[in-house]
């Protein structure tokens, strides 16, 4: 079948809300570059903003979690008759399962694909089985992707060995970018007050959401201080424990926060931004921390370790370790205010030089313009 004539570029992705908040820039930039922007996801709490940008929103539902044969059958089935309607000219897949079929539905019309790896996720976190479910899906259906965009050189490399994917068709970008005009830096306190350390994200196990209430606990023993955590306590299966995490809560040793829009305010506040994550692919928490001349105190895992550079913009400690934590928060505490003023200050140059989301846009286009779209 011959490639649709239409230039409208379909996102898939297993939520409007991940759309919303990070593939604005890009959605942007087609439209100014005069693309008609589709979206196939989920009608969640994203969907509206979605569709107050000019984006035409199309209900698929996503079982984000687990593999069921028969749901994620009927989603190829739902993918297959959506592109014979809209006959996009480009597919643009985010996250695993619209990555997977949206991309084997694409094969069967002909239409080109990039999909973007922006993490492993838990499928290939939670054991073998599951990971090899997930390799031999993603195998089959990225084989067709004309390019496929990874937020760091470890998670490429793993899906290169791994033959998911040739080298040619891997490409890294700094993640989803961050506006440095949007995320500026601010002026930080430079007494001697008790040092604020902030969570940012789903208080999930993978995250590191308990060594986080753990390691406050810890430290609080010693330093007078403040453990900050900003996001949903949902019903994810990663959740960490409600009980658990309302008991730090209750006798002081975690103030929770209620998820923010923006959350400019609260890194403006902290003096560091704390991400104890068990893997990730670029987390845009530590690049708009950065931009913020935020220093940050992240884990030594694939996706922090390109977003930091320990003792210089931040400091990083062993994962799944509450204690190494809180050894590395200790040390932050004990820092001189001048000390960390230069790694903030060092953290936004850094930011300046690799992680502008304009560089992430422009490789986006470039694909459109190398497949002639």
Not at 61 to 85: C, E, M
Not at 160 to 174: C, K, P, R
Not at 349 to 373: D, H, N, T
């Amino acid at each position: 079948m011959n490639r649709p004539e239409s230039k409208t570029i379909l996102f898939v992705a297993n939520s409007s809300w991940n759309l919303a908040n990070f593939r604005a820039p890009i959605i942007a930039a087609l439209k100014d570059h005069g693309y008609k922007v589709a979206a196939a996801v989920p009608d969640d709490a994203g969907a509206a903003r979605l569709r107050d940008s000019g984006v035409e929103v199309h209900s698929v539902d996503v079982d984000a979690q687990g593999f069921s044969p028969l749901r994620d059958s009927l989603l190829l089935i739902d993918y297959l008759k959506l592109l014979r309607r809209v006959r996009p000219a480009a597919i643009f897949g985010f996250t695993i399962k619209p990555n997977i079929y949206a991309s084997l539905a694409a094969a069967r019309f002909g239409i080109p694909v990039i999909n973007t790896i922006s993490g492993l996720g838990t499928g290939f976190l939670s054991g073998s089985l599951l990971q090899g479910l997930v390799t031999r899906l993603y195998r089959w259906a990225l084989a067709r992707s004309k390019r496929v965009f990874f937020h760091n050189e470890e998670d490429r490399d793993m899906f290169v060995e791994l033959g998911i994917v040739s080298a040619a068709q891997a490409v890294v970008v700094a993640g989803s970018g961050v506006d440095l005009r949007r995320f500026q830096p601010v002026e930080k306190n430079t007494d001697q007050r008790s040092p604020v350390f902030l969570f940012i994200g789903r208080l999930l196990t993978d995250k590191g959401a308990l060594e986080f209430a753990k390691a406050a606990s810890i430290v609080r023993k010693s330093r007078q201080a403040r453990f900050r955590m900003l996001g949903a306590l949902d019903d994810h299966p990663k959740a960490a424990p409600r009980d658990v995490m309302h008991r730090h809560a209750a006798d002081g040793t975690i103030e929770l926060l209620e998820p923010a829009q923006d959350v400019r305010p609260y890194i403006a506040e902290a003096d560091c931004v704390v991400l104890p994550s068990y893997r990730e692919g670029l987390p845009r928490v530590l690049l708009e921390s950065a931009a913020m001349a935020t220093p940050v105190i992240a884990t030594d895992v694939a996706g922090c370790r390109q977003a930091v550079d320990d003792r210089v913009t931040g400091l990083l400690c062993e994962a799944r370790s509450a204690e190494s934590l809180a050894s590395t928060m200790a040390d932050f505490a004990d820092m001189p205010a001048e000390r960390r003023l230069e790694m903030g200050a060092a953290a936004r140059a850094k930011a300046e030089r690799e992680f502008c989301e304009s560089g992430v846009v422009a490789a986006y286009l470039e694909e459109l313009r190398k497949i002639g779209i």
